[in-house]
């Protein structure tokens, strides 16, 4: 059963460069919700995708955009990145956008120089 | 807003030694709280959750406590082990309308052997 997975592991990107994410939920899930993990700190919800629709979005600014598949797999955008941007993504996927709970990915490890 | 704080921040026990982690939430409509355990460079794991309907939830060593009226809910891990070294985040969430986890800050417990 084929757990979450997202690519790449690591990426690194300077300033104002635009960056793609990937995620493929686990195996029976349609719904994947992206987070931002900042160095020491909790992951904090960026938005959840659902039908290939943008369900949620938490309190991230226009540059966040992202897409879901008829796979149900799912991609997360940044543009225009910033120093501040650097940190781990994390996708999380569920059986529906009330499933619970939501199982998670390794990450994407997000570097900016 | 939604927010979850949770304490201590860091905590090292003896192996043996119970570990307790807490957390309050302010959205009196959270109804469904996760604990994740994150081991360094890794996704976080669900360890055990509960629901409001419940006042406490125990899966062998773990156990989770939640205090509907104070907006409050615990995690107690007994005989701690250095495997049980990690991460833990508290999360709360809705089950209907908004789905996203509202995480706490994490709290980094050390097991000493």
């Known amino acids: 059963d084929a757990g979450v997975t997202q690519s790449p592991t690591h990426l690194i990107k300077t300033r104002g460069q635009q960056v793609t994410l990937r995620c493929s939920p686990k195996?029976?899930?349609?719904?994947v919700s992206w987070y931002q993990q900042a160095l020491g700190q909790g992951p904090q919800f960026i938005f959840q995708?659902?039908?290939?629709?943008?369900?949620q979005r938490g309190n991230f600014p226009d540059r966040f955009s992202g897409h879901q598949f008829p796979n149900y797999s799912s991609e997360l955008n940044v543009n225009a990145l910033l120093l501040g941007d650097s940190a781990l993504y994390l996708c999380?996927?569920?059986?529906?956008?009330?499933?619970?709970?939501?199982?998670f990915g390794d990450g994407t490890r997000l570097s900016i120089l | 807003g939604e927010n979850v704080e949770q304490h201590p921040s860091t905590l090292s026990v003896q192996e043996g030694d119970s570990a307790v982690i807490k957390c309050t939430y302010s959205?009196?409509?959270?109804?469904?709280f996760p604990w994740y355990k994150q081991e360094l460079g890794k996704r976080p794991q669900l360890i055990i959750d509960?629901?409001?309907?419940?006042g406490e939830k125990k899966d062998q060593r773990i156990a989770v406590t939640l205090n509907k009226t104070a907006k409050h809910f615990s995690l107690h891990i007994t005989e701690t082990q250095p495997e049980d070294s990690a991460v833990y985040f508290c999360?709360?969430?809705?089950?209907?309308?908004?789905?996203?986890?509202?995480f706490g800050t994490g709290t980094r417990l050390k097991v000493l052997a």
């Open positions: 995708y659902y039908e290939e629709e943008e369900r």
């Open positions: 959205d009196s409509a959270s109804n469904y």
């Open positions: 195996s029976g899930h349609d719904t």
């Open positions: 999360a709360a969430s809705l089950t209907s309308g908004t789905y996203k986890y509202i």
């Open positions: 999380a996927s569920s059986l529906g956008p009330s499933g619970q709970p939501q199982h």
């Open positions: 509960i629901r409001s309907n419940v």
